[in-house]
């Protein structure tokens, strides 16, 4: 059974950074390409970054980019979003998923994903 089980969410303050972790199990880890996306209080969810399952190709969403930065490592089975320069409109539950199957390309579409996390609350303070 496939489990992705995200950290590293909290309350910072505009400006300050954060790192999210996704710890994925039960799948082989370097065949998917993975994703971050959020889900703010009455907004749907939307993407964040994506990155191909070789962690060679990234994408980032215009909002977060130059703030944002997607990676992975195989050898943990984790995937990271490294959050900088976080103002109070990222404040947003985040969620990790996984692409539906292996593929070589980044994964932009909501669609392709198949298996969530629980998902990390970030909050950030004026």
């Known amino acids: 059974q496939v489990q992705l089980v995200e950290s590293g969410g909290g309350l910072v303050q505009a400006g300050g950074p954060l790192r999210l972790s996704c710890a994925a199990s039960g799948r082989t880890f370097t065949s998917y390409a993975m994703g971050w996306f959020r889900q703010a209080r009455g907004k749907e969810r939307e993407l964040v970054a994506a990155?191909?399952?070789?962690?060679?190709?990234?994408y980032v969403t215009d909002p977060v980019k130059g703030r944002f930065t997607i990676s992975r490592d195989n050898a943990k089975n984790t995937v990271y979003l490294q959050l900088n320069s976080l103002k109070p409109e990222d404040t947003a539950v985040y969620y990790c998923?996984?692409?539906?199957?292996?593929?070589?390309?980044?994964?932009?579409?909501?669609?392709?994903?198949?298996?969530w996390g629980q998902g990390t609350e970030v909050t950030v303070s004026s």
């Open positions: 998923a996984t692409d539906t199957r292996p593929r070589f390309s980044v994964v932009v579409t909501m669609d392709k994903y198949d298996y």
């Open positions: 990155i191909s399952r070789s962690g060679v190709n990234t």
